[in-house]
């Protein structure tokens, strides 16, 4: 995307978007997702709470290294139905050459639900 087709947005609008860190609780394969996937459940602090998502981070992750691990996601979407699971927020990543998705993450330690400025 070139800086000329890119969309503009307004500092207000950047705002309103709840990136949080937290911390992965638990990682568990989710069989029934459509594309290999993790159900995540990830902690963001005392004012926000655990949260459950769906990950598709299979290739880069096994469970066991995402446990303890901080993620970045956006926390004030609306739930989403993906299969059985109501996903409660959207951990963030970035696709890499072969479209496999790495995981967005604070490279410090800070705590869960710092929001991202």
Not at 17 to 32: K, M, N, Y
Not at 33 to 56: T, W
Request: aromatic share 6%.
């Amino acid at each position: 995307m070139s800086d000329a087709s890119m969309q503009q947005i307004g500092w207000d609008d950047f705002m309103k978007v709840e990136l949080r860190v937290g911390r992965v609780l638990s990682a568990e394969p989710f069989p029934q997702a459509r594309k290999p996937a993790y159900i995540l459940q990830v902690d963001f602090g005392p004012d926000i709470g655990v949260r459950k998502s769906s990950a598709q981070v299979t290739v880069h992750y096994a469970p066991e290294d995402l446990v303890g691990r901080l993620v970045v996601a956006v926390v004030n979407f609306p739930n989403k139905q993906i299969g059985p699971l109501m996903s409660e927020c959207l951990v963030t990543g970035f696709h890499d050459a072969d479209g496999n998705v790495a995981l967005c993450v604070p490279d410090r330690d800070v705590p869960p639900g710092t929001k991202l400025l």
